[in-house]
């Protein structure tokens, strides 16, 4: 079983990957919801480090993001835990020493001060921001207005997310994913994506741990949220 597919695994016993009728943020009813506030385990939270921090070296391997990043930027909230995450699986099974650094929902006009907790960002620091999934992609053009605004001698360099829903974003033609990258500048990879999951789910290994009908589910509405181009 290949890593992605491990993922696929991972997130169904974690509960992150839950089926039913949800309400998403752009409006939209979907028959299935990632939710990594749902990894609230230590050993949950290590594996999930793993799968990120795994990905991430296979893009610096592939020149995807440069080797020299050196900062994991997770937003409030749960970008936080992720973030710390992965940047302990970096040490730890990648040999690679990053800092980690999250946002104040408010600043702090007392102690150290400032917007951002952990590693701060500075002169020559290459930023790669990490979430959990893009649906508009508002949350991550609201983190590099942030970087932008409070630490402009860092650059921005990408962004990690779980997992790509491969939606159409606010132009119908796009990948919210594909929006973001052209208005941004940066490159915005997952893990896995939607299509990748549902390919898992049906495969073998998986057999019997989810019903035909709730594959079926996200295919219909994959059919009709798809990106026209």
Same mark, same amino acid.
């Given at each position: &079983?290949?890593?992605?597919?491990?993922?696929?695994?991972?997130?169904?016993?974690?509960? +992150?990957l839950t089926f039913g009728d949800f309400t998403l943020k752009s409006g939209r009813?979907?028959?299935? &919801?990632?939710?990594?506030?749902?990894?609230?385990?230590?050993?949950?939270?290590?594996?999930?480090?793993?799968?990120?921090?795994?990905?991430?070296?296979? =893009? &610096?391997?592939?020149?995807?993001?440069p080797q020299e990043t050196s900062i994991l930027f997770?937003? +409030?909230?749960?970008?936080?835990?992720? +973030?710390?995450?992965a940047s302990i699986a970096m040490a730890v099974e990648f040999e690679r020493s990053m800092g980690y650094t999250f946002n104040r929902k408010e600043a702090k006009d007392h102690g150290e001060g400032g917007v951002f907790v952990g590693k701060k960002p500075g002169a020559g620091d290459r930023i790669l921001i990490v979430?959990?999934? &893009?649906?508009?992609?508002? +949350?991550?053009?609201?983190?590099?207005?942030?970087?932008?605004?409070?630490?402009?001698?860092? =650059?921005?360099v990408g962004s990690i997310i779980a997992v790509d829903r491969k939606e159409r974003g606010r132009d119908e033609r796009f990948s919210a994913v594909a929006e973001a990258q052209n208005e941004?500048?940066?490159?915005?990879?997952?893990?896995i994506d939607i299509d990748e999951i549902v390919a898992t789910l049906k495969a073998d290994a998986l057999a019997g741990e989810v019903e035909n009908g709730q594959i079926a589910a996200i295919e219909e509405y994959l059919e009709i949220y798809r990106p026209t181009q």
């Open positions: &079983m290949n890593y992605r597919d491990r993922f696929v695994k991972f997130l169904l016993n974690a509960g +992150a009813k979907s028959p299935y &919801m990632i939710n990594m506030g749902l990894v609230n385990t230590g050993d949950s939270l290590s594996q999930l480090g793993f799968f990120y921090a795994h990905t991430i070296i296979e =893009k &610096m391997e592939s020149g995807v993001i997770g937003s +409030a909230y749960k970008g936080i835990p992720v +973030a710390a995450a979430d959990d999934v &893009m649906t508009a992609g508002t +949350a991550l053009r609201d983190t590099i207005d942030l970087l932008n605004l409070h630490a402009p001698e860092a =650059k921005v941004l500048g940066i490159p915005v990879f997952s893990i």
